[in-house]
């Protein structure tokens, strides 16, 4: 059985790079391409590399027994293709697994050139043919094309699920240029001194932090043109939105210093903006949390006045751009099937989870279910116990009203019993048991999938 993945972000690419490694035979189609000469792109990404990160370079936390290492770990058994890169192509970033986009890019982009059993095809789908002699041969198809989903697409999605799409707009951090950052008025520290110190930190006082506020407050939004109700991703809001739910909102959020105290004074600072490495060569450094919807000239102005960016030049201003997703709850099955369509899979954002460990997430267990389909067997799907279980069972069992796509957190995995709940007072303690149980769920099934595909985990 042929199997056709369609989107080249990241769940497409892993979905393509497991189904293949599985032994299958896989289409992976991607709309972005060179046209006469010129790349045909999206509104928010710029080159036609799969894998391209278009906001952060931070694939989360590396801490022990925090919920994205954990999905990171069964990620890593299962044999993730995207993940191994990002762990190859690692640039410092504290207790974070942050990737050098570049680099990252590149490779995944090795990965599919050099797999045999994956065909590229560069042109836009527009149609979702179920399975029949007017199919093409594709017995499966994986929908994987992110939040940018084109228009087309989505009206074909729209009439196949027979539900409209939900929307939320979701926003790019600002990148600077790193030998234009004053390293007098800065510091290197992690928060609470987690890893190593590869943040540059820009502290202000609560002088400089009033100047700041009162210039993003007054700041012009970028233009819109259909986006007069935009609905942002909670988790992601832009920095002038969270500034006008009150003062002191940016210091409790993306500007927090706790944690960070100036080694120079042996103080904490009033607020402090975070500065990430992009690459290994690390001449390039994102604005951690600022991604913001203004127009670039005020973006500027504001961002100078950021302690140490005085003279900031800036690679990349924020943006906006929609995501696009669906009624997951209503629509999916565990295994990632559409209920009405079991030949038609869904993976990444556009199936209702967010960020992009979690997208990769979604795309190896496409690409492990479809092979499994592939072989006319009916999928076992992850355990609801386990990380990666646990983020597909949200996106499949949430309240349709409510439903917001989610990133892996310790709300969405099992809670103890209630009799270790009330013994175990330590927090942390309670979520290394959680760790422990859902890793020795995971190891459980990965087993008999292992087993069944005869593949090594």
């Known amino acids: 059985m042929k199997i056709r993945v369609i989107g080249g972000g990241l769940a497409g690419p892993e979905a393509a790079l497991t189904a293949a490694r599985l032994g299958c035979q896989v289409d992976l189609y991607e709309m972005r391409a060179m046209v006469d ?13 799969f894998g391209e990160l278009v906001c952060s370079n931070s694939l989360k936390s590396e801490s022990p027994n925090t919920a994205p290492w954990l999905l990171k770990q069964e990620m890593r058994k299962a044999g993730s293709a995207l993940l191994r ?50 199919a093409a041969g594709y017995g499966l198809t994986i929908l994987a094309t992110g939040p940018l989903t084109s228009d087309a697409l989505s009206g074909e999605i729209e009439r196949i699920t ?36 590869d943040y540059i930190n820009c502290p202000m006082d609560r002088e ?10 007054t700041a012009e939004a970028a233009e819109t043109k259909e986006w007069e109700k935009l609905e942002y991703f909670e988790g992601c809001l832009p920095i002038e939105i969270l500034a006008r739910r009150g003062r002191d ?10 944690g960070l105290r100036d080694p120079r004074t042996g103080k904490t600072p009033w607020a402090v903006v975070q500065l990430r490495k992009e690459n290994l060569r690390a001449d390039s450094y994102n604005l951690v949390g600022f991604q913001n919807h203004l127009k670039f000239g005020d973006q500027a102005r504001v961002l100078r006045l950021i302690p140490g ?29 559409l209920r009405k369509a079991p030949w038609l899979m869904f993976a990444g954002q556009l199936s209702g989870v967010e960020g992009y460990t979690e997208s990769i997430a979604t795309g190896l267990l496409a690409g492990i279910y479809a092979a499994a389909l592939a072989r006319g067997e009916d999928p076992a799907a992850v355990p609801r116990a386990s990380g990666l279980g646990s983020l597909v069972h949200y996106i499949t069992h949430a309240d349709v009203k409510d439903f917001q796509p989610a990133n892996i957190t310790f709300d969405l995995l099992e809670p103890l019993e209630e009799e270790l709940r009330k013994k175990v007072r330590d927090k942390k303690e309670r979520h290394r048991m959680v760790c422990e149980r859902s890793l020795a769920a995971f190891d459980a099934w990965w087993a008999g999938v292992s087993a069944a595909q005869n593949c090594v985990g």
Not at 208 to 217: N, P, V
Not at 309 to 315: D, I, K, S, Y
């Open 208 to 217: 400089e932090f009033d100047r700041f506020l009162d210039a993003l407050l």
């Open 85 to 134: 890169i990002a762990d190859e192509t690692a640039v410092p970033a504290g207790h974070a697994l942050a990737v050098d986009r570049v680099e990252f890019s590149r490779r995944i982009s090795e990965a599919i050139a050099a797999e045999p059993a994956i065909r590229v095809i560069r042109e836009e789908v527009t149609q979702l043919e179920a399975p029949g002699p007017d």
């Open 37 to 49: 000469g010129q790349p045909r792109l999206t509104p928010a990404h710029q080159t036609t590399d």
């Open 162 to 197: 027979g539900s409209g799409r939900l929307a939320f707009y979701d926003s790019i951090s600002p990148i600077v240029d790193a030998e234009s950052i004053d390293m007098e008025r800065v510091y290197m520290a992690a928060r609470w001194d987690k890893g190593t110190a």
């Open 249 to 258: 909102t940016l210091r409790f959020g993306p500007m927090k210093p706790v």
């Open 309 to 337: 960016l005085e003279n900031a030049r800036f690679l990349r201003y924020g943006q906006i751009h929609r995501n696009t997703y669906i009624q997951a709850p209503l629509l999916l099955d565990e295994t990632l099937r």
